[in-house]
């Protein structure tokens, strides 16, 4: 079936680096994707999201980057830092169907100090 | 600024009782969600409210009832709780959902389940 889903489930980096969170989508009616960061015992916190007719947005510290040729999503976080670590999620708003979000299952980031 | 509130935050029940899980936002958004999370997994939807009055099913709805109260609230009512519902439920809101605008969902810090 159709869905969002990442490559990597865990991501390990060094603070200060840069991370790039991958994630694939199936449907080519979806016009909307958002990325979450979810921390351990609290719910999803909203990021950054973009629209279909965009190719790249910009936040504080943020960019996501939509491929709508090849599916791909991605979240590019600039000098990481130990705050950054939790579990990210990117998820999409399909044109058709069902009123709602499908998430993907979610990569963990890790930054080593 | 509450945002999504959920209560309670835990709870454990036993296999065939009843409980509801509360939601209330106080951003004035038009759609309301219930989510379940289990480990490992990202979030699957089980009700949603797309405006005050409706409701509808999502994925994963068998076991689950809901009640769009008035605009501020969303219940979730598991009538004969089962093992399998043993999860973490999230409940969002946003100011307009699916086609008729895009527009983020917003989360309350979840009520963590367990069912024996």
């Known amino acids: 079936g159709e869905s969002v889903g990442l490559h990597l489930p865990t991501l390990s980096v060094q603070e200060g680096d840069n991370s790039i969170i991958n994630c694939a989508y199936s449907?080519?009616?979806?016009?909307?994707f958002i990325w979450y960061k979810q921390e351990s015992g609290k719910g999803p916190q909203f990021i950054i999201d973009?629209?279909?007719?965009?190719d790249k947005r910009q936040g504080q510290r943020v960019t996501v980057l939509l491929n709508k040729t090849v599916k791909h999503l991605s979240l590019q976080i600039a000098a990481t830092q130990p705050g950054d670590s939790a579990v990210y999620f990117c998820?999409?708003?399909?044109?058709?169907?069902?009123?709602?979000?499908?998430f993907g299952s979610g990569t963990r980031l890790q930054v080593q100090p | 600024n509450a945002g999504v509130t959920q209560t309670p935050k835990f709870q454990v029940l036993k296999t065939g009782q009843s409980m509801t899980l509360q939601c209330a936002q106080d951003?004035?958004?038009?759609?309301m969600y219930w989510y379940r999370q289990d480990p490992g997994m990202g979030l699957r939807l089980i009700y949603y409210?797309?405006?005050?009055?409706?409701?509808d099913k999502g994925e994963v709805p068998n076991g689950y009832n809901v009640s769009r109260l008035n605009k501020r609230e969303f219940s979730l009512r598991l009538e004969s709780a089962a093992p399998s519902q043993t999860s973490v439920y999230f409940c969002?809101?946003?100011?307009?959902?699916?086609?008729?605008?895009?527009?983020?969902?917003?989360f309350g810090d979840g009520t963590r389940l367990s069912i024996l």
């Open positions: 969002a809101s946003s100011e307009v959902g699916g086609t008729g605008g895009n527009q983020p969902q917003h």
């Open positions: 449907n080519s009616a979806s016009d909307y």
């Open positions: 973009i629209r279909s007719n965009m």
């Open positions: 998820a999409e708003n399909r044109r058709t169907g069902r009123r709602a979000l499908t």
């Open positions: 951003m004035n958004h038009n759609s």
């Open positions: 409210s797309a405006s005050e009055g409706t409701t």
